[in-house]
């Protein structure tokens, strides 16, 4: 397939309608020449090779949702194999960030959320980014400050010192590193010993946290916050990280106070069964190999639709 003829004709059709911005016609402006081929580009990122100004009016044209999303699919394809070939497909992610809620693209029923192909093309984007950045990291000149961008870990710059990651500020000399203070550990201003009569407190909130008989995490979490008010930051995590892991933490509750509660994260309570029962009650539903509804024996059933339910991860591109 000739995707650069297919890209061509899209951008001489919109230029062809003369299209103008409206409340009654939503378009979006696209850069013919993508912007990151040229070398005075304003955004962040690599510079390109091209002279002038990739906002220039003649290197702007105004396309539909539709035309704009087929339009970066056609260039992650077209600049494959060359020096754009990660940023091209880096663009399609960004794309897509605005496809959702109550952007135009969405209020003017675009079909970038709804597209059969959105996933594939969503992970076309995430591998360029991946990508793009493989063996790259945020750099500034070590005497300076200055920001250099995004450079290779092999750079020669980077190897003498010259370049040193952003969130450095500056290269640490050996005898430097070797004065610095640990902070591993209790050294570590957060750290929190898990002292036997914190452990207690801990066990005398399991209790109150208990919904026939399984532990609930969630209400733990909660109430662990209330108590232990002594610190600025705590959270579940804490227990697990001195526990090993939830079972852990019931099995010695269990020892300690002559228990017998479970831990299961999968567990539904009677109460939550009965709601989601009810909300299901008198539904069924249907799909049409794309989207899936749930309907009442009251609602009709769209044309196309049939019994049953799709799940994604099933499908193919």
Not at 90 to 100: Q, R, Y
Not at 205 to 217: A, F, G, Q, R
Request: charged share 30%.
């Amino acid at each position: 397939m000739n995707y650069k003829k297919i890209y061509k004709q899209i951008i001489e059709k919109a230029k062809l309608d003369n299209r103008v911005k409206s409340k009654e016609f939503y378009y979006e402006r696209h850069h013919i020449l993508p912007d990151f081929m040229f070398a005075n580009r304003k955004r962040k990122g690599p510079k390109g090779h091209l002279s002038g100004n990739p906002n220039d009016q003649n290197n702007i044209v105004l396309l539909t949702p539709r035309e704009h999303f087929i339009c970066h699919a056609l260039m992650a394809k077209i600049f494959i194999g060359s020096r754009y070939e990660f940023q091209a497909k880096s663009s399609l992610i960004f794309f897509f960030t605005k496809v959702i809620g109550k952007h135009q693209r969405q209020l003017n029923g675009a079909i970038i959320a709804s597209s059969k192909k959105y996933e594939k093309y969503r992970k076309i984007g995430l591998e360029g980014i991946s990508n793009s950045r493989k063996n790259k990291f945020p750099a500034i000149d070590s005497e300076t400050k200055v920001s250099v961008g995004s450079v290779d870990r092999n750079h020669p710059n980077v190897l003498s010192g010259k370049w040193v990651h952003a969130t450095k500020g500056r290269k640490i000399s050996p005898e430097e590193r070797a004065r610095k203070k640990p902070s591993g550990g209790n050294l570590n201003n957060n750290y929190k010993e898990m002292t036997e009569e914190r452990k207690q407190r801990i066990f005398d909130l399991i209790p109150s946290c208990v919904v026939e008989n399984h532990l609930k995490i969630k209400v733990l979490d909660d109430k662990l916050k209330k108590e232990f008010k002594e610190f600025s930051k705590i959270s579940i995590v804490w227990i697990k990280n001195n526990f090993g892991n939830y079972d852990s933490l019931v099995d010695e509750f269990n020892r300690q106070r002559n228990q017998n509660i479970k831990y299961n994260p999968y567990f539904r309570s009677q109460e939550t069964k009965s709601l989601i029962s009810s909300i299901f009650n008198g539904k069924k539903w249907f799909t049409n190999g794309n989207v899936n509804l749930l309907l009442s024996n009251d609602q009709i059933v769209p044309e196309g639709y049939q019994l049953g339910k799709t799940y994604a991860q099933n499908k193919k591109n």
